[in-house]
């Protein structure tokens, strides 16, 4: 795990070993154990590094026999040795013993079509040389970052945007179009991010750019669904198979490893086969009250036999980090358990460098309960369209608090307008209520069901069930889940691993009929059907929690008065109606509804405001702790 940076100038200019280490020296965090740049005329390349597979020999960049294909990597190659072995037998030959390498001469051996033989997670640019092409790309489900920027002499790249703003490409503007979706889905939707100008190469993706300055980007990968009818247990079957071989493969390092342990099915899983191969750390946090994770973390650890660390997050604890978390987000991710994260992987890095996660379980198997909603409205699916229409006018006139209005509202509203992924925060009638310029001002711009759209019109021959895990597949997963899980644990210099996310076994969860994922009411069914006998059985049956940040609570009491505070401080009068954040803070406080999450929204694009758009140009401003309770 690293970090990576780089400048192409689109003429003979040569970039400076300075400014290729401002770039990798603001995101020193990601690789604390090294660095190394390689200029050329035209190019070059910066890089930090985590030391995790050959510890000594693995430095970067890294070129070929004969200097003509350089590479700066960020990620690991699971399946590296089977490729090695296989270009070994085709006459290339290795001075390492490094995944890096492998993939140098997968490309000198296929070309472009090199990245569809990785397992893994990476994002990655390759310099030829000879042919002065840089080809860049991101992994499969986009566990990796990968941002650029371009300009008519130069294109820029790094495994953080602080790398770009190092490089002075781009001046501190907010991409408006960016921040009105922010507000809908809590996260800035690939490929665009909060600032103008700068962008994301999407998950499944590869970047081409000629000495000229032409630009490609093509995907090379689909999470499409595709199911088939199997029995059962033949799946039951495949999936431990399956399962068991990626946790395998994502256990290979040179360093200490560990596991993230809450207390659901998916990390439970994980830690279940890691133990069964050698003796383990487990790590969690919880909050105080009711759903404190940390007590069922505990009895799961001591059933499996893991040495088990954990902590217990003060309200307190838990303000004071958010600022320093938003500095390593590098664009707003308004998800509370970000900050729970945050502190789990600082517990975590005392003791291993490696962690095993648990994330993507759900898209894969259907975890979500809002998978459930298309069964309980299949009664009303069967009703032809004028008469559906006719229902949600009728549904929209009843007073609020009718019982039967809100299953009339969404029964009657088509899928691709009433799922825009697991978050929806404001809805558009809320957004033109709080948001400078109001309707109007957002018509101007992409609306949330557009990006949406674009998802949704490659899977009209799937079940509803399918689509909707399509949508977080590409818009939830890699714009919420797999943002903060990079950003908190490289905060710490912390290497975290999805065994979930394995390309391997999606071939086989995409082939799961619906019916199976989601079956007696029970979200993730063949999955837990499958941890039978492998997990714990108090853990089987339980409800998903994530991470339960009281947040409801806290913004009622003191933290709520300097939440609101900062959010006035932030300086984003000219996109927020301040007046109308104060009403809703004050409605929140009393008790008039839950305003909780749209407060936190606004409070985190704020504290990124103060961060990224208030300092002088060029200079973001590291975090001071916050000053809530």
Same mark, same amino acid.
């Given at each position: 795990m690293c970090g990576i940076a780089g400048l192409m100038y689109f003429s003979e200019r040569e970039p400076s070993i300075e400014q290729l280490k401002g770039m990798t020296d603001i995101i020193e965090h990601r690789g604390p154990d090294d660095s190394g740049f390689w200029t050329d005329p035209g190019i070059g390349l910066g890089f930090r590094r985590l030391s995790i597979i050959d510890l000594q020999e693995g430095h970067q960049p890294l070129a070929n026999e004969d200097d003509s294909v350089w590479i700066v990597f960020n990620g690991e190659i699971y399946n590296y040795k089977e490729l090695r072995q296989e270009l070994e037998g085709k006459g290339h030959q290795f001075r390492t013993q490094s995944d890096t390498e492998t993939i140098v001469h997968l490309y000198e051996e296929y070309g472009r079509e090199c990245v569809k033989k990785l397992r893994g997670m990476f994002g990655f640019v390759i310099w030829d040389r000879r042919k002065k092409l840089l080809f860049g790309a991101?992994? +499969?489900?986009g566990i990796k970052p990968f941002y650029y920027s371009t300009s008519p002499e130069r294109f =820029?790249? %790094?495994?953080?945007?602080?790398? #770009?703003?190092? =490089? @002075?490409?781009? @001046?501190? =503007? &907010?991409?408006?179009? $960016?921040?009105y979706n922010y507000l809908t889905f809590q996260y800035v939707p690939e490929p665009m991010t909060m600032f103008a100008g700068i962008r994301k190469l999407p998950p499944g993706h590869t970047i081409t750019v000629t000495p000229d300055g032409e630009m490609s980007i093509e995907r090379y990968w689909d999470p499409m669904f595709a199911p088939v009818s199997r029995s059962l247990d033949d799946y039951v079957e495949e999936i431990r198979e399956k399962l068991k071989d990626s946790v395998i493969h994502h256990m290979q390092s040179d360093v200490e490893r560990g596991c993230f342990l809450s207390s659901g099915i998916d990390s439970t899983t994980i830690a279940s086969y890691m133990r069964s191969i050698e003796p383990i750390r487990t790590f969690s946090v919880g909050f105080e009250g009711a759903n404190n994770e940390t007590v069922i973390a505990r009895e799961t650890a001591q059933a499996l036999g893991t040495e088990h660390y954990d902590k217990v997050i003060s309200e307190r604890d838990f303000f004071a980090s958010v600022p320093k978390a938003i500095w390593h987000q590098d664009e707003p991710v308004a998800d509370p358990s970000a900050i729970a994260l945050y502190h789990v992987a600082e517990? $975590?890095?005392? +003791?291993?460098t490696v962690v095993l996660s648990g994330e993507g379980a759900d898209e894969l198997f259907g975890g979500y309960r809002i998978y459930r909603e298309p069964l309980a409205l299949r009664p009303l699916s069967w009703l032809p369209l004028p008469v559906k229409r006719l229902l949600h006018r009728m549904a929209a006139w009843l007073p609020a608090g009718v019982p039967g209005k809100n299953y009339l509202l969404?029964? !009657? !509203?088509p899928l691709e307008e009433r799922f825009l992924g697991n978050a929806k925060i404001f809805t558009e009638d /809320?957004? $033109?209520?709080? &948001?400078? @310029? %109001?309707?109007?001002? #957002?018509r101007q711009h992409l609306q949330p069901v557009q990006i949406a759209e674009q998802f949704y019109s490659r899977t009209r021959h799937l079940d509803p069930v399918s689509r909707m895990q399509y949508i977080d597949m590409n818009l939830w997963l890699p714009g919420d889940i797999l943002m903060k899980a990079d950003k908190m644990t490289m905060a710490h210099s912390l290497e975290l691993r999805v065994p979930f996310l394995d390309k391997e076994l999606f071939e086989l969860a995409?082939?799961?009929?619906?019916?199976?994922?989601? /079956?007696? %009411? !029970? !979200?993730k069914y063949i999955f837990r059907k499958a941890m039978e006998g492998i997990i714990p059985e108090f853990i089987l049956q339980r409800p998903k929690l994530g991470f339960p940040v009281p947040m409801r609570d806290w913004l009622k009491g003191k933290s709520g008065e300097v939440v609101l505070e900062q959010i006035l401080s932030g300086g984003i009068g000219d996109f927020v109606n301040l007046d109308a954040v104060e009403q809703m803070a004050r409605k929140h406080r009393q008790g008039e509804g839950d305003y909780a999450r749209r407060l936190w929204v606004l409070y985190v694009f704020a504290l990124w405001h103060s961060t990224y758009m208030m300092g002088q140009s060029g200079q973001v401003i590291r975090p001071a702790s916050s000053g809530a309770v």
């Open positions: 991101r992994d +499969h489900f =820029a790249f %790094g495994s953080e945007i602080k790398s #770009l703003l190092a =490089a @002075g490409d781009c @001046g501190q =503007a &907010v991409e408006r179009e $960016a921040f517990l $975590a890095r005392q +003791h291993v969404r029964g !009657t !509203t /809320m957004k $033109a209520e709080i &948001v400078q @310029g %109001g309707r109007e001002l #957002l995409r082939q799961i009929p619906a019916d199976y994922r989601l /079956m007696q %009411g !029970t !979200t």
